[in-house]
Structures are given as structure tokens and as C-alpha cells.
């Protein structure tokens, strides 16, 4: 357990969780805050690794790039933030309970992994959303916040609710699956 916030600034950060588990135990909102010229990568290199916060697990205002590993709380994203997720499982919640995967007011790139959360983004107005790949998003109650302004794109991913709306079904097809999830495939 560590008591106290990091942060990141003029480095570049590598945190392999190797399966242990990393727990702040400070109740302050932000645990890890990665400045604009800081970048922190997080893995779980040998599985079963986990991160824990109070609040949200991460303030990016630099670059984020989750890999692997279990993020048990949410990742903040403020302009020109930017988190890009390849692997890895990231359950948005906070000491109230599920909230959203990222509250996103940056650019959120997600091309794998899976988010469990009550929405997979929170998408503030100038934000950028881009989900592709292999990426699983399961929302107990939307997929996004909907908030003016933001541009969102998928082009993949496997989805617990209808992502319709939001995908180029002149290039890209939404199916439904057998288990009540949709995916999102690129036309032939």
C-alpha cells in the first residue's frame, strides 16, 4: 500500500504490476497524475495484477498507455491528455460505486482490453473517443455520456449495448451476437 499521490513530469515511466497487487490507500481524488511531459505505461507482465485507487486511478494530462493489468477505479483524461489502451481490464468506479471507464475531456484510444463500468466513457464536449480491435466495453447503463461536441469513432470491439449510433454503417457493420452483445466489423 502507498499512503501518498505520484507524479509524473519529464519522464518516462514503465510499471510492470507482475502480478501484485499496487494500492494507495490516500483518499485525496487523484492518485497518479501524469503531467503534460510525463508518459507512464502500465503491464502486467506475468497476469493477475492489480491496481487500486480511492478515487480516480490516474489524471492524465500527459500520455497514459495501458497494457495489461486490472484498474479498479476510473482514468481521468484532461486536455492534451492522451490514453491509449491496448490491453489489460479497466473497472470504472469510484467510493460511490461504478461510474465510467474514462471521463474523458482528452483523447481516449482504445484498440483492446476491456472496460466494465456504468458508462465505458463520460465524454466531455472536445474530447476524442477512438475504440477499434478486439476492445470489450460493458456498460450497465450507456456506452457514452453524449455530451455535445465530442467525436467518437468506432470501428471495433465487442459492445454491451447498440452501438449504432455511433459507427459509419457505410463502412463498418454492427451485429448482434447470440449472448445479447453487439460487434463491430469492417465491411468486405
Partial sequence: EYPDDVTIENKTIALDLNGYKLSFNSTDSKCIWIEETGTLTIRDIRGGGEYI???????????????????HNFVGIQRPGIVNMTGGMLYGNDKSGPYAGANCDGTFNMSGGTISSEYVVWDMSGSVV???GDAILTATSRLFSENEGSVITITGGTWSHDPSAYVDTENYTVTPNEDDTWSVTAKE
Fill in 53 to 71: 485507487a480511492y478515487h480516480s486511478a490516474f489524471f492524465v494530462n500527459g500520455i497514459l498507455n495501458i497494457e495489461g493489468g486490472t484498474i
Fill in 130 to 132: 477512438n475504440i477499434s
